[in-house]
Nanobody
Framework: HLVESGGGLVQSGGSLRLSCAAS????????MGWFRQAPGKEREGVSCISSNGSSTKYADSVKGRFTILRDSAKNTVYLQMNSLKPEDTAVYYC??????????????????????WGQGTQVTVSS
């Protein structure tokens, strides 16, 4: 079970930190991805982290502004979002792959590689 939180309304240039908390399993054993979906658009990968933490990945549109962080003690993965832009407005989802996908040293921005999804949290950036 994955639960996102931390979304909200923020002005352009502001910051938000999204959280994805896991229950019922140890998130540190899994790769994890953050995705977003804007109205009328397909869901896209924003950032991900491999299960061993050695590999992270960012969409070009967020590089240098977003950071993915894992807190194993809290069984939570965060997405720190700085210098937000109106085009970052979307519903943000976290997701984990089934263990059989074995994303130990890599992660993916493909929605097809993830099996378990949170309910999403709305991020709105005003201009």
């Amino acid at each position: 079970h994955l639960v996102e939180s931390g979304g909200g309304l923020v002005q352009s240039g502001g910051s938000l930190r999204l959280s994805c908390a896991a229950s019922g399993f140890t998130l540190a054993y899994y790769a994890m991805g953050w995705f977003r979906q804007a109205p009328g658009k397909e869901r896209e990968g924003v950032s991900c982290i491999s299960s061993n933490g050695s590999s992270t990945k960012y969409a070009d549109s967020v590089k240098g502004r977003f950071t993915i962080l894992r807190d194993s003690a809290k069984n939570t993965v965060y997405l720190q979002m700085n210098s937000l832009k109106p085009e970052d407005t979307a519903v943000y989802y976290c997701a984990v792959p089934d263990a059989k996908r074995d994303m130990f040293t890599y992660c993916s921005h493909s929605t097809a590689d993830y099996d378990y999804w949170g309910q999403g949290t709305q991020v709105t950036v005003s201009s």
